[in-house]
């Protein structure tokens, strides 16, 4: 697996990949928000020795369907796409996820590679080969594992981000933080980790650096992989809950108050140290994200929602990555149904919703 590029230089770093990668056919899938701010900057890039189909989809996560997959798939038969043509996906997480497994089915896959424009992006979704669409009600539902030819991560799209976008994407950098080395958890809990764009950057190198190595070891998520669903699988029932109610919340706040739970089943099972959960209420959820509303009616979706996940087999045997501190995380942990909504009925009560 190609590791991340890493660059100061977009345009430059592009030019090189293109020269790099044999190709006949380029291909760009951006979203409406990427094409007015981003896509720019780096055009005549694009352009410069070939003609280059721009492929536009609306931005957000409710466009991460199948519709906006198959206008995509349209988009490159009208174009001529072949099995040596190039797409290239610059966006955030719902571009280059959407755009990884429209590459990865089209004539039984082309290749692609990805630009992230978020912090999200770079830290989570453009590296790893996993790639999807989100498919009744529930988060990438329908995809397949393919890998970029390569992933271009640079800073210079964050300038144009909003403070919510950032937030999302630190949600993700603190996962990673709890699950691999208490030294850059306390970079993450260092309130200036927005403000310093030379702090922030560091701990995304970092993300990606040890999501890499994770990835290349366990590609399929047969193994060590897991530990990177850590927070994840009560932040995408309580994400995928809210979307069913046309009030989604970003990916990173979802994980952030996954992590919530996640913790305090730890804290069960493995007895991780309490004052780990009021560390993290304190310092970084209620310092950046808002909790998600739910009630004790909730419940039964929010299992529901789990037992849906491509993670879990069955209800009664769900399983969660858990802490025994911070940087040691174990996989496959048992959960009942009643361990969970007894850690849900915490969350509400730490959380004042």
């Known amino acids: 697996m190609m590791l991340p590029l890493r660059t100061e230089n977009l345009r430059a770093a592009l030019a090189a990949t293109l020269e790099e990668i044999s190709h006949s056919g380029l291909f760009l899938l951006t979203d409406s928000n990427v094409a007015t701010h981003v896509l720019p900057k780096i055009l005549n890039v694009l352009t410069d020795k070939e003609e280059a189909r721009i492929i536009e989809i609306p ?72 790639t999807g669409i989100d498919f009744n009600g529930l988060k990438n539902e329908i995809g397949a594992f393919a890998n970029a030819e390569c992933v271009i991560i640079s800073s210079e799209p964050l300038a ?11 949600g993700e950098i603190v ?36 999501k890499a190595r994770v990835t290349e070891e366990d590609p399929h998520e047969s193994g060590l992989r897991k ?25 990173g706040c979802a994980v952030a108050n996954g992590i919530l739970v996640a913790l305090i089943l730890s804290h069960m ?5 309490s004052d780990q959960i009021y560390l993290y209420k304190d310092r970084i959820l209620q310092h950046y994200f808002p909790p998600i509303p739910f009630t004790c009616k909730d419940y039964d979706k929010l ?51």
Request: proline share 2%.
């Open 227 to 251: 530990i990177l669903n850590f927070g994840h699988t009560a932040g995408h029932a309580l994400e995928s809950l809210m979307l069913t109610r046309h009030t989604p919340v970003t990916h």
């Open 175 to 210: 996962k990673t933080a709890m699950i691999s080395s208490g030294e850059l958890y306390q970079k993450v809990l260092d309130d200036k980790i927005l403000s310093d764009t030379n702090l922030l950057q560091d701990a995304m190198a970092e993300c990606v650096r040890f």
């Open 59 to 130: 931005a957000g996560e409710d466009n991460k369907n199948l519709d906006t997959l198959t206008q995509v798939w349209s988009s490159l038969s009208e174009g001529g796409a072949t099995r040596n043509s190039l797409l290239i996906n610059l966006g955030g997480g719902v571009v280059t996820d959407l755009g990884g497994f429209a590459a990865a089915s089209f004539k039984r896959g082309i290749r692609f590679v990805n630009i992230p424009t978020t912090v999200l992006g770079a830290v989570d979704a453009a590296v790893g080969g996993k």
């Open 269 to 273: 099972h493995l007895s991780l140290q």
């Open 160 to 170: 144009t981000l909003p403070r919510e976008e950032i937030l999302s994407g630190l």
């Open 303 to 353: 299992a529901e929602i789990i037992s849906h996940d491509k993670k879990n087999s069955a209800s009664s045997d769900w399983k969660f990555v858990l802490l025994s501190a911070i940087g040691t995380p174990h996989r496959d942990i048992s959960v009942s149904k009643e361990d969970l909504f007894t850690a849900l009925d915490i969350y509400k009560d730490l959380t004042g919703i």
